[in-house]
């Protein structure tokens, strides 16, 4: 079994440091993956922090992983080695259920497995993630990625891509419509991206007045400024469909009022505390609430391949890997344009 460097955390208070560990060696259908770069998403630093509890110490963090293929199983038919490849927040499922059968793998009634804090099957231990040097995946949840676009900035697409990209796919956005995209983060970039790509009319809310610029820059038609009820007013009743990206505290029920009748507005962001709903927002328009879950191998694929072929990758900076401690408490103030890349080169 090969020794693998890494950063972890050793419990929810202690800062990420080296650790090592023993990935396993590769079975008939696995792919075992150098990683190169690995983004750096906010729930890694919830699970490594236990903000949402359950967190399994030591905890190797780490799901959008972009990396070029070391070695394959005998029976492996997708990949080669030397290929590049990319995993996400999946590295396994029951592959029989319902929802696994119709590529919906995150939904796994089995119990999926995650990329890191789960149980791992094959070794009875822990999932370990992607701020480390190799990873070792069955090749059913091992992505294919171009090398057309720069691969850095291709690793968010792992989770905060497809993130925001399966619900404006379930719910069909489109030319003709009108979105908005309630906050500019890691994921709310990528949803002005794709909304634009999509051929939709963006309309970008924020709380700070600084960013329209750059919404704008991203691809947002519109910037809104969430605090002015006579701006908010002004759009009463008018959307197709909006993605709620913030995990902050907000008021659902103001962009509730902002949708058409039968408009869908879907909450990606997890906000640490129950949110109040006024249910006449609901039933008088009968407009749709809802929630999305990251993507399925297949609609992960999707996307990956959307992206390569309308160069859309996410906007990053890169830090080296003992930089991650200062790079959460950056996070924590939305200090970074829009996403954290480590690149594993440092890890030596």
Known sequence: MPATKAYAAHSASSPLAPFSF????PKSTDVQIDILFCGVCHSDLHTVRDEWGGTKFPCVPGHEIVGRITKIGREVKKFCEGEL????CLVDSDHTCENCREGLEQFCQGGATFTYNSVDKHTDGLTYGGYSK?????????LRISDKLDLAATAPLLCAGITT???????????????????????????????????????L???SPGKTEDAKRVGAHEVVLSRDENEMKKHANSFDFIIDTVS???DLNAYMALLKRDGVM???????????????????PRRILTGSLIGGVPETQEMLDFCAEHGIT??????????INEAYERMLKSDVKYRFVIDMASLS
């Open 22 to 25: 023993e990935r396993r060696d």
């Open 85 to 88: 490849a990319a995993v996400g």
């Open 134 to 142: 190799s990873i070792v995946v069955d090749e059913s949840f091992v």
């Open 165 to 203: 990209y399966s619900p404006m796919r379930k719910w069909k956005v489109g030319k003709g419509q009108k979105i908005g995209v309630v906050g500019l983060g890691g994921l709310g970039h990528m949803a002005v991206k794709f909304g634009a790509a999509f051929g939709a009319r963006v309309v």
């Open 205 to 207: 809310f924020t709380t």
């Open 248 to 250: 902050a505290k907000h």
């Open 266 to 284: 879907t909450l990606v962001g997890v906000p640490p505390e129950p949110v109040p709903l006024e249910a006449f927002s609901l039933i008088a």
């Open 314 to 323: 996410s906007d990053i900076e890169m830090i080296s890997i003992d930089k």
